[in-house]
Each structure stands twice: as C-alpha cells, then as structure tokens.
C-alpha cells in the first residue's frame, strides 16, 4: 500500500545563513547606522533589535528577505509582540516553528479526511502524519489539497513509498 508522511521541519543551517546575510547587510547599510541594529539566533528563537520600532520593522523586512531568497517559508517565524528596551529601543522575538503539534495534525487528519478519497487513511505518529491509500493518485491528490490549504506551518512531503 502507498504511503508518504506529512512533516515540518526547519533547515537550521539555512536559517543561519540568512541571519549572517542579514546581519552583514544591516552592518553595512547606512540607514542602519548608529541604531544599534542587531540579529540573534538561539535554537528556538530569533531576537531582532533596533533604536526604534520602524528600524525593527526595517531589520524584520531585511531578514525576511534573506529567508525568501533561501527558500526558507515564513511560516516557521512566529512573531511575538514589539517589547520596549532599555533607553527607547525596541525588541521582537520570533519563535522557530518545527514539527506539527498535535492540534495541528487533528487539522490535517480533519482535512485529508473531508476531501472523501475511498481508501485514504490517516495516522499520527510523533510530529508527523502518515498517509495511506490504495492508490498512487489519491495520494497525490491529498498531496496537491494540502499545498493549496494553508495549516499555519511549513509542510513538507516525504518518505514517498510505494
């Protein structure tokens, strides 16, 4: 029986470049100049900071920028709100999104079931959804439907198996 599974998962190293890209690019811009501008990677989180909350949304749209350019979706950012800083400055913490909670993946089991395919079946497993049909092309199909619906997190399609 065909199967594939439904995943999220966030490319690390390619977040980590458009940082260093965004950073580099901040460095050297010069309505960046003199407002303490500055981007921060943890392993959960970016932290943007700015002199002021249009320089943070400035600094925002940078990064973002260098995320599209590396095929990153935006959809594995999940701002919280502008925080006041010490003497005036603004700061914003973006949340990395991996892996599909268990809400998320009832929505999808939700989904896949009310587009009524005979024969596909869905099964949660972890942080990931697999796929079950009888044929290849129910498989593609619910494939297509979950690229065209939009869940709130990047979706990746994988172990595609015959």
């Known amino acids: 029986m065909p199967t594939f599974d439904i995943t999220s998962e966030v490319d690390h190293q390619e977040i980590r470049n458009a940082v260093d890209q965004a950073m580099r690019e901040i460095i050297n811009r010069f309505d960046f100049k003199n407002t303490d501008s500055s981007i921060e990677l943890d392993e959960s989180s970016v932290t943007l900071r700015s002199a002021s909350e249009d320089r943070l949304n400035a600094v925002r749209q940078v ?15 999940d701002y919280g709100k502008v925080e006041a800083a010490s003497g005036g400055a603004s700061r914003q913490s973006a949340a990395l999104v991996a892996g599909i909670s268990s809400d998320k993946a009832k929505a999808i089991n939700k989904f896949v079931k009310e587009l009524s395919l005979k024969g596909v079946q869905t099964q949660t497993q972890g ?16 494939i297509n439907a979950c690229k065209e619906h939009d869940f709130g997190i990047p979706l990746q399609f994988g172990n595609f198996r015959d």
């Open 63 to 77: 990064l973002e920028e260098k995320l599209v350019k590396r095929q990153v979706s935006l959809k594995v950012l």
């Open 127 to 142: 942080e990931q959804v697999r796929v079950t049909g009888k044929k290849r092309d129910d498989l593609q199909a619910v």
